[in-house]
């Protein structure tokens, strides 16, 4: 087993990313130990099932996952797709079930992890085959940017296959909602922010601002962290640059406190369909969403600006909070054919282009055209080439699973407490725990 630290991951990360928003070149330079592809296929594949474990459950990444499984019956008849997606949001419940089969030697045909830190887990357990071939066969950094691979490879093996890029610190808010309480701009910094949602309150709007589940709690907060903490201090909190009861941690748990006095009643199980559908029906001004939202709000039929407008967190203009979705090969799974038919599936042009249009995401490749995507996926695209890159909390690209589960426990104590300080208490004790 590896012993390597998390914060070592995430920085290395933060790193890579960082290149491409300065402009670094994608020339290839070949995959992992510049090896060529040796992967063997089956034309219409290799036959029998193929469970591909995700939490895409409901909105927008059903959809993507259901032109997913569509394209993989045309591509792999021979094969059988079985959809073991579990419910929850950002997989706070599958995971729970995966750890529970792997523990049990029963791995499903492949499962669904966010990149970074996150896959730290299973491949410190050994639970997951590298899949270096599968890049290769794909096309390598010839068609991935060279900084996702690095993000993707540990001790010299990539192990896993991206499927999309997402970026989480967008605000969706309803824009007939802001209009009538009078704001025609978008807020600078959090305080300008919290401003406006006492001007949306005072115009008769009763929650401001749309929560559900305690990972979009998480998510929200992490986004608060970007503001206040900057690009440099918020990376530093994941190799102990920067400390976790520094006063700018202090003052985000207050303005998060705050936030949370102008937003709706969630519980644990709500999830972030709930609280963006608040946004399109006008019972909230915003909700802080990753960019699979947009495919909800073009699922009910509204318009770009004229129903709903974005933007990044107050604070945030030229940043990126980055996170992506990719698929494994389990360790011992019972049909690895079908499992790299599976992948050759996602990390395809065409897969790509069908899953990302239906989830709201931008392609991991960069050989699909971004004319072939509607506005805010375009946007999406050049951000991802121009901005400064962060790496998510709640969405497993800065920090590990065991240390996530700790962060949204104090996130979900302090639902319940309002205790600042002790939020902050609870986030500084969690790092220590994790960091080297």
């Not at 929560?211 to 994941?238: C, H, M, P, R």
């Not at 069908?354 to 709201?360: E, T």
């Amino acid at each position: 087993m590896r012993n390597r630290s998390v914060a070592t991951v995430a920085i290395a990360t933060i790193a890579a990313l960082g290149l491409a928003a300065c402009g670094s070149s994608n020339e290839p330079e070949g995959t992992p130990g510049g090896q060529t592809s040796s992967l063997a296929t089956t034309a219409g594949g290799a036959g029998g099932e193929v469970g591909v474990f995700t939490w895409w459950a409901a909105g927008s990444e059903k959809k993507g996952l259901d032109e997913l499984e569509k394209l993989f019956k045309e591509k792999y008849p021979n094969d059988t797709f079985v959809n073991l997606a579990v419910a929850g949001g950002a997989g706070s419940n599958a995971k729970a079930k995966l750890a529970s089969d792997l523990k049990n030697n029963q791995p499903p045909g492949s499962f669904q992890g966010h990149a970074g830190a996150e896959l730290l887990d299973y491949i410190d357990a050994e639970q997951i085959e590298p899949v270096n071939d599968v890049i290769q066969a794909l096309g390598g950094d010839k068609v991935f940017p060279k900084n996702l691979l690095d993000r993707l490879t540990v001790d010299g093996n990539i192990y896993s296959v991206p499927s999309n890029i997402h970026r989480a610190n967008v605000v969706w808010a309803n824009t007939e909602v802001l209009k009538k309480a009078g704001i025609n701009a978008v807020p600078t910094d959090i305080k300008g922010w919290i401003a406006d949602m006492e001007k949306v309150k005072a115009s008769g709007v009763a929650t401001p601002l749309s929560v559900a589940g305690t990972w979009t709690q998480l998510q929200l907060f992490e986004t608060i962290l970007i503001s206040d903490l900057g690009v440099e201090k918020y990376n530093g909190l994941f190799d102990g640059k920067t400390a976790w009861d520094s006063p700018e941690v202090k003052q985000a748990a207050a303005d998060y406190k705050t936030l949370l006095t102008y937003a709706n009643t969630a519980s644990d199980g709500d999830d972030w369909p709930v609280a963006t559908d608040m946004v399109i029906d006008g019972k909230a001004a915003y909700n802080v969403m990753g960019d699979w939202a947009v495919a909800e709000f073009a699922a009910k039929g509204k318009k770009e600006q004229t129903d709903y407008q974005y933007f990044a967190v107050p604070g945030q203009e030229g940043v990126f909070d980055f996170l992506a979705d990719s698929f494994t090969l389990p360790k011992g799974t019972k049909n690895p054919g079908g499992t790299k038919d599976w992948l050759m599936l996602i990390g395809s042009a065409e897969g790509q282009k069908a899953f990302n249009l239906a989830k709201g995401s931008i392609p991991a490749r960069t050989d699909v055209p971004a004319t072939d995507f509607p506005p805010y996926q375009q946007s999406a695209m050049e951000a991802f080439k121009t901005n400064d890159i962060v790496s998510s909390i709640a969405h497993g690209a800065a920090v590990s699973l065991a240390w996530n589960a700790d962060m949204s426990t104090a996130i979900s104590k302090f639902y319940t407490t309002k205790d600042d300080a002790g939020l902050v208490t609870d986030l500084a004790a969690a790092a220590k725990k994790y960091l080297p």
